[in-house]
């Protein structure tokens, strides 16, 4: 049976990265599969999130989801900590998963820095959540941008090492991330060797699904970009990040190839026309996203009924996993 399982960190505004790398995925995928997308309140506590602003984090999100096409009659769209599923799961798989493999973690390196020690625990087992996140549904897909996946990597381990050490052959499978598409790694607007991401101290490094036309255009204006003129293949630009970056996203936005793309603008500049067109491709885009989130988020009673019943509907899925993981395990009156 093929299950989708994916979600989004309730921890700041979404941006063009999470849209493309996992969001417009999630719409097209709930026509082929039975598709659970979850909002991960639990991965956003492993970092501060002031506990008055946590729960209106949590309806924003579930409202970009609505408002990028998500349709709670065919996916089940809930918080994570409304299934406690997770969490249980997750702490037998923090038994399975070894410190040497969570070690190797790059995420963590990269936004733990130089003081790890400061960090929470939580921040470090994140991606054991995470398999439990999408083994208490028995996944097999899972649609993130391509910065998850050694996190899907591990999942798959921690997946085959509880299959292996309770001789339960086969009884998770093992989950395929699907990072492919246009949008898989979007790149910062000031930096083409970061991703785009909400933890970034610079507004002007990404383009928020709230952003105005205004802040759109200018952020578009202002994006880093070379003098030179745009070639005629990709294969040239391999070492110009910034413009292979502004291209991709052109491409991913208005549906085409990036070799289309770059094909019409072939011996322009950025500024000529390229970068209006980006702007007026991304206003037209969000603009009515945000006008949907808007709307959506102004009737937070409907937000919170379509997330009681989606929770009630991933419990349903999930209780049966964990009532069988507690058998394998030995657990008392399993
Ligand atoms: N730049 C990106 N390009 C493509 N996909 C991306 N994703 C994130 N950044 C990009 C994908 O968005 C989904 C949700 O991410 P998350 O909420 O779990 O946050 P994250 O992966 O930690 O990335 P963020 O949003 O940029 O936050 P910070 O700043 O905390 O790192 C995932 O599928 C992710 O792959």
Known sequence: KRRVLSGVQPSGALHLGNYLGALVKFTRLQHEMETFIFVADMHAITVWQDPKLLTSQVREIAAAYLASGLDPAKATIFPQSAVPEHAQLAWVFNCVARLGWLDRMTQFKDKAGKHKERESVGLYTYPVLQAADILVYKATHVPVGEDQRQHLELTRDIAAKFNH???????????????????????????????????????????????????????????????????????ELKDRPEALNLIGIYAALSERTAADVLAEFTGQGFGQSFKPLLADLAVAKFGAISGEMRRLMSEPDEIDRILAAGAEKAR?????????VKKIVGFWGS
């Not at 991703?195 to 255009?217: G, Y």
């Not at 899925?317 to 069988?324: C, N």
Request: proline fraction near 11%; hydrophobic fraction near 35%; avoid cysteine.
């Open 316 to 324: 349903e899925a999930a209780a049966p996993t964990l009532a069988e």
């Open 165 to 235: 050490d309770f001789d339960v052959p086969g009884y998770f499978p093992l989950p395929e991330a699907l990072t492919e598409g246009p949008g898989a790694r979007i790149m910062s607007l000031r930096d083409g060797s970061a991703k785009m991401s909400k933890s970034d101290p610079s507004d002007n490094s990404r383009l928020n699904l709230m952003d105005d036309a205004d802040a759109i255009s200018q952020k578009i204006r202002k994006a880093r970009t070379d003098p030179d003129p745009l070639p005629e293949t990709l294969e």
